[in-house]
């Protein structure tokens, strides 16, 4: 009995395999199931290929699995094309489809051999069942139902819900391909059975959602009542949610004419008074960054949700990465400090985004949200979150003292001065991208510019005390660590516990916070540090070079760092942690003193 | 915030302390005299007006009238100005800046606008030449025209900014001139009026840069009242004829003013609000949307 299955379907654009991937995870979810289910397809909208892989667990699931435990192949030519995101193992049963002709020994899978080989008349089975190939998807469910245990009553319901529009005979035909698909389970069992333990969670509520709707419902309860943008992937489904919800309260969403246009409204519903935001990827963080540095220096509270791809220019569109890393840290020009935060998956994004609005209303900036495509298009199932522990704060408006004299950027302890809006008696100003004077009054002065560029730097200080935007886990002491964000900080969390078991004294920094870099909780954490790996999905190591800017990493810090489209896997960060370990013992062998 | 409290206002209410930084002449001086006598006319307190620019010597006309003022970057005075009236519909918005702001660098923004018909009003002025930067051609420079970046003439035709607009559909297309400053200031209140998008072409010189027939007493030589010639304002192709005369004649007063103005953006906004508000899960309930049954 398995505890958790990691399944990798793969096949062409209209297959069907994502549709299919879906109602899995349902069913799980249904069932009282873990699930994460991830999407990867070629460019193309119609034709070319589609992938997903669907881990489903009886625990809380940190990431969407290393190698696959049930590979599905439709054709081999697609499923090949996904190369280390579907990555198939000697403990891996591969299903595939026999009309590919290829014999089970002869599978074009280099240099491993796989736990078992299955063809499966896939394609047969739907034609004779269902009257049409489409099926295939159905069929498949109905082995993945026979063989492994998940969804035999809840895939059909799901898929009955689904298709119940489109009349009771197609639903019948389903019911065929998925019962065909089951009993051919049935009357070919596993060489080990790989059956799934029940899980005693059946009946609770389980929500289940991606990365963007729930970066745009965490808006949304933050009290964000504007989004202004432009359709771009991976990040245009937030914007499709605000379209959806936003009217009902009282709110409005401006699809405009380019990014530009679209953050452009957003900083003007901002100024007039109202929490907004905008969302985008790599190529429109670059467009939009004449404005974030508008609203920097005009200390205007703003949400940009950066859904990051494979860069630069068009790159990769439908693929995962890190590397807009250094765009949001160092977005438009000036000395500026314009916070980031990363969420790690689905369930984060809620209480990450909360936290940018929070961020942005309070010291009145514009906030990155660093997602990924891997957790804005990714679907997990989750336990029902109480939304009243989260605070949610709001800008500081003048009192009707400050509207005596009002001056719109008057220097305060803390440097946060309160912010009026169109409509206030007593608060006109001029909000401008030009240097200004507490009033709003432009000027030229090189004193004036000094004392405002430390009061718009200097605001953020309190942040990097943010200690709850990090996560340490692991032995506070050990002397291996790493350090991982974003989707990237789920496999690390896996990583660790196999490495703990495994023996290996480790520890694991998460950043939610990416900038300001918050200096004083990685150097506590890096007191104890000899060996560690900055392990992050971008080719040139952006975190750890922005992490070098800021503090004199230990020597034996190194980065793992790699291009997008290419995902870590569990194992191979322990096996390059039980490297560290290695040399850390070689180390103390030739009675070398350890590093600082 | 009251919507629409008439109150009795003067045009100096409406002027703030900062001084202006124009060369002297400059015809951005009497623009924003205008400016100041249509607000009065109306009565909207300055804060209830949002005043939106880009970046130009005239997009420094914000900061010479009390109001909500926003000088933001080149070029995108018009998605500001959106997202505020989006925010607080009942805002009298403005915005403004120059030919280069509006036609080039911005130029992408009018015809979104136009066609969501928001109540916005946009006052260019049109001096057909980059002042700020010191002279170089702008996209209203006549073909053939010499400046510091055109040595041997340009190459290229001027954009019509009148044309330009009554062909994307803008409800209210005017034209003045600071040769006639009450000319002027009635068109621009008459702007304001109008429950839709409305735009004001107004032909400024510049001094400095400028050519001597794009002065005042060379302008003053083409202008031509448009209720002189018994133009009807409701005749949009009349208008479109007569705006070809762009750059040749310079006609004053309303080309086009709908006689049916249709909903605006705003209106249609609320309609929908109203409409799904009813709908509203309660902020803290919102993941509910999430859980599958």
């Known amino acids: 009995m398995r505890k958790d299955l ?35 397809f070629g460019s193309q909208i119609r034709g070319g290929e589609s992938s997903c892989r669907v881990r489903i667990s009886i625990d809380p699931i940190l990431n969407p699995g290393g190698n696959l435990d049930v590979a599905v192949a439709l054709n081999w030519e697609d499923f090949l094309k996904f190369g280390a995101e579907l990555p198939v193992s000697g403990t891996t049963v591969v299903i595939y489809e026999a009309a590919t002709g290829i014999k089970e020994t002869e599978i074009p899978l280099v240099g491993v051999t796989p736990l078992q080989v299955i063809a499966v008349p896939i394609a047969a089975m739907a034609k004779e069942t269902a009257g049409t190939e489409r099926a295939k998807n159905t069929v498949v469910l109905g082995l993945i139902a026979g063989w492994f245990g998940i969804g035999a009553v809840a895939v059909m319901k799901g898929i009955r819900k689904r298709l119940a529009k489109k009349g009771e005979e197609l639903v019948e035909a389903n019911q065929r391909a998925f019962d065909a698909g089951r ?3 049935m009357a070919h069992p596993l060489k080990a059975s790989m059956n799934i333990v029940s899980s005693d969670t059946k009946g609770n509520v389980k929500l289940i959602t991606d990365g963007n709707d729930m970066c745009a419902a965490a808006a949304i309860f933050a009290g964000c009542q504007f989004f202004g943008g432009y359709p ?30 679209g953050i452009g409204a957003a900083v003007g519903a901002s100024f007039a008074g109202m929490k907004s935001m905008t969302a985008t990827s790599g190529p429109g963080l670059s467009l939009k960054s004449e404005m974030m540095g508008l609203a920097s220096i005009a200390e205007l509270p703003l949400v940009i949700v950066d859904v990051q791809r494979g860069g630069p220019s068009t790159g990769l569109p439908t693929k995962s ?50 997602s990924d495509q891997e957790i804005s298009q990714r679907k997990e199932t989750l336990d029902p979150i109480d939304t009243t522990q989260f605070k949610i704060i709001e800008r500081v408006r003048p009192t009707g003292a400050d509207l005596q004299d009002y001056k719109r950027f008057k220097q305060t302890e803390n440097h946060i001065s309160p912010i009026s809006h169109p409509g206030m008696l007593g608060g006109t100003y001029l909000a401008s991208g030009i240097e200004h004077v507490e009033s709003g009054a432009p000027t030229n002065s090189g004193t004036v510019h000094a004392r405002m560029n430390d009061k718009r730097t200097k605001k953020f200080d309190p942040l990097k005390d943010r200690k709850d ?96 489209a290419n995902p870590f896997l569990p194992s191979e960060i322990v096996a390059a942690l039980h490297n560290l370990l290695s040399e850390l013992q070689r180390s103390h062998e030739g009675n070398l003193q350890p590093q600082e | 915030m009251s919507a629409t409290g008439t109150l009795d206002f003067q045009p100096k209410d409406y002027k703030s302390d900062l001084k202006p930084i124009w ?7 009497s623009v924003v005299q205008g400016i100041y006598r249509a607000l009065a006319a109306i009565g909207r307190p300055p804060h209830e007006i949002a ?82 930067t010191k002279g170089q051609l702008s996209p209203t420079s006549q073909k053939g025209r010499t400046t510091c970046t055109s040595r041997y003439g340009s190459l290229e035709e001027p954009v019509n900014p009148l044309l330009y607009v009554l062909a994307y559909g803008a409800g209210f297309v005017a034209q003045a001139s600071p040769t006639d400053l009450v000319g002027m200031a009635a068109v621009i209140e008459e702007a304001i009026r109008y429950p839709g998008f409305a735009f004001v072409n107004i032909q400024s010189p510049c001094v400095t840069y400028g050519e001597e027939a794009q002065q005042i007493k060379g302008l003053k030589a083409i202008q031509e009242s448009l209720a002189s010639l018994g133009h009807n304002p409701a005749d949009r192709l009349a208008a479109m004829d007569l705006a070809q005369q762009y750059g040749e004649k310079m006609h004053l007063g309303v080309f086009y003013r709908n006689p049916e103005p249709p909903p605006t953006y705003g209106d249609l906004v609320k309609e929908r609000q109203a409409l799904l508000s009813k709908d509203a899960l309660p902020r803290e309930r919102i993941l509910d949307l999430f859980i599958k049954k």
């Open chain 1, 6 to 40: 990691v399944f990798g379907m793969a096949g062409s654009g209209g297959d069907g395999i994502v549709s299919a991937g879906d109602s899995l995870i349902q069913a799980a979810a249904a069932e009282g199931y873990h699930g994460v289910m991830t999407k990867s």
């Open chain 1, 183 to 185: 009993a051919f389970a």
């Open chain 1, 232 to 261: 771009i992937t991976p990040s245009t489904e937030i914007m499709q949610f605000f379209t959806d919800h936003v009217w009902k309260y009282g709110g409005a969403v401006l699809q405009a004419e380019d990014e530009i246009a």
């Open chain 1, 321 to 370: 990465e890190q590397s807009d890393l250094f765009a949001a840290a160092f977005s438009a020009h000036g000395d500026v400090i314009r916070p980031v935060l990363a969420p790690t998956s689905v369930a984060d994004t809620f209480r990450i985004t909360i936290e940018a609005f929070n961020i942005a209303e309070y010291y009145q900036t514009p906030v990155i949200v660093l």
């Open chain 1, 469 to 564: 935007l990090f996560e340490v886990s692991g032995n506070p002491d050990a002397p291996i660590a790493m350090v991982a964000w974003g989707s990237v900080a789920g496999v690390c969390r896996e990583a660790l516990l196999m490495a703990q078991e495994q023996g290996i004294n480790v520890k694991l920094l998460v950043p939610y916070l990416l900038y300001p870099v918050a200096e004083g909780v990685y150097n506590e954490f890096f007191a104890s540090v000899q060996k560690g790996l900055i392990i992050e999905q971008t080719h040139l190591a952006q975190t750890h070079k922005l992490l070098r800017m800021h503090l004199d990493l230990p020597k034996g810090v190194k980065p793992m760092a790699r291009s997008g």
């Open chain 2, 23 to 29: 060369c002297p002449g400059c015809g951005d001086f």
């Open chain 2, 51 to 132: 005043f939106v620019s880009g970046i130009g010597c005239s997009s420094r006309i914000p900061g010479y009238t009390t109001a909500y003022g926003f000088n933001s970057v080149h070029g995108r005075a018009l998605p500001i100005a959106q997202g505020i009236k989006l925010a607080n519909p009942d805002l009298l918005v403005l915005a403004a800046g120059g030919d280069g702001d509006g036609f080039s660098i911005g130029g992408g923004h009018i015809a979104h606008l136009i066609r969501r018909n928001m109540d916005i009003t946009y006052i260019v002025m049109d001096n057909q030449i980059y002042g700020l």
